[in-house]
């Protein structure tokens, strides 16, 4: 079982080795010779965890979260002193590597430096004794110097608290002081929304846990597996007590979509899509409907996709990094069933005479081809107009469905047989069975 120290842990991994103390002396680090102790190793490997190194030693974990840029903690890329409770110097982007999608650091996955490194504003929050909080605002960009392929592809973070509700079961991915990712276990940690009241989410222990981070897993990602895929909750920062922390991806969304900024064409690279947009992948077609819960949902036939731009719904193209940054429901489809056909209803010319069809019906104006004498015509709905003379008394016009008119001219609806016979006598001057338009 594991022991805590009740003072705060950082699960940087520590440039030199320290001795186990007690509970009572100073700030500690946690021990252990593998990456997230007891963990397993998740498969497949995550085509976004990200092995983070300074110079060329193991430094942190992180989270590809676009096609160039990895999230981690920021007291993974400065120096900062856990002892003293201060905020050293950031470290140039050249001295980082970060490795993507490997399962073992000798795997021959993606690799590449960074040119820019974009931390928050981190602070410590308390007195740096037993009862302080230690870090906050303790999350950090890194821009990759080569976009990731396609073959990976980006985590998507928590966009709202009902998408990944308070209490749901999360893991965290880490490297630690292994050659090979882990993974905390399934059941040993659920989330706590906003503990401490400072921007944190908590990930809280359960009574039987087995597994639990160490140095090298600060910045890894705390997951939630949700509607078939992951997301997000937010970076390891480190311990209070039997309680993991770290800031909240949230809390800190509009930080980072301002931070990663716009691809080539000025399209935000993490998107913020509304409810009935479809996102399409530009180079391949695909395309996915965000529905009011804001996940994705795969848009499986053309057809479907015909029926959703017919409904007038808008279409957004991105790339295939840009769609993958929004959570998908990898277990509903969006389907789309074409709204049912407007019932027509069949009149009949009179046999006496044709009848002129107009653009305008208020004024009898951009005549149109007649309606040939007992020529039978569908019909959409009527409208009521009496300015003509000739209408009344009714005052109706009949809006002609069949081509050539197709619902774009009229015709007074008291030259049509209206249900009398053929040959007469003629007492309808309307079809009040036709809806009005």
């Not at 409810?275 to 053309?302: M, Q």
Request: glycine share 10%; net charge neutral.
């Amino acid at each position: 079982m594991r022991s805590f120290s009740k003072r705060r842990k950082y699960r940087r991994l520590a440039r030199k080795v320290v001795a186990a103390v007690t509970v009572s002396a100073a700030l500690t680090l946690a021990g252990g010779a593998q990456a997230v102790v007891g963990g397993a190793i998740p498969l497949p490997a995550p085509p976004w965890n990200a092995r983070i190194s300074l110079n060329a030693q193991l430094d942190c974990s992180g989270a590809l979260i676009a096609q160039q840029w990895v999230l981690t903690a920021a007291h993974c890329v400065d120096q900062t002193n856990e002892k003293k409770c201060t905020i050293g110097s950031q470290y140039k982007p050249t001295a980082f590597s970060i490795s993507v999608g490997k399962l073992n650091s000798s795997d021959p996955e993606f690799t590449s430096g960074v040119d820019r490194v974009v931390p928050q504003a981190v602070l410590w929050t308390g007195s740096c004794s037993v009862s302080g909080f230690g870090l906050i605002n303790d999350l950090a960009l890194l821009h990759l110097t080569t976009p990731a392929p396609t073959s990976l592809a980006p985590l998507p973070l928590r966009f709202s608290t009902s998408a990944v509700p308070n209490g749901s079961p999360v893991t965290l991915d880490g490297w630690s002081r292994s050659s090979t990712l882990y993974a905390t276990q399934q059941g040993d940690y659920t989330l706590r929304d906003s503990c401490f009241n400072n921007g944190q989410d908590c990930y809280i222990t359960s009574a039987t846990a087995t597994s639990y981070p160490d140095h090298g897993d600060s910045g890894g990602p705390w997951i939630s597996f949700i509607r078939g895929g992951w997301i997000e909750i937010g970076p390891e920062t480190g311990s209070l007590g039997t309680t993991e922390y770290g800031p909240s991806a949230l809390g800190y969304l509009s930080w980072i979509r301002s931070k990663v900024g716009t691809d080539s064409q000025g399209r935000p690279i993490l998107p913020a899509v509304g409810s009935d947009t479809i996102v399409r992948d530009e180079a391949s077609g695909a395309s996915w409907l965000v529905e009011s819960d804001g996940f994705r949902h795969w848009i499986p036939t053309g057809g479907d996709y015909l029926c959703f731009t017919n409904q007038g719904k808008s279409v957004r193209n991105m790339t295939i990094f840009e769609a993958k940054s929004i959570p998908e429901d990898y277990y509903d489809h969006a389907t789309c069933t074409p709204p049912p056909a407007p019932q027509l209803w069949w009149e009949q010319e009179t046999p006496n005479h044709p009848v002129n069809t107009f653009l305008n019906y208020h004024n009898a104006s951009g005549t149109g081809t007649p309606i040939a004498a007992g020529q039978w015509i569908q019909v959409s709905c009527k409208v009521y107009d009496p300015y003509i003379a000739s209408v009344n008394p009714d005052g109706y016009w009949y809006r002609i469905a069949s081509s050539p008119w197709n619902n774009a001219y009229y015709s007074p609806a008291n030259t049509f047989m209206n249900g009398d016979p053929y040959g007469g006598p003629y007492t309808h001057n309307t079809d009040f069975a036709v809806p009005n338009c």
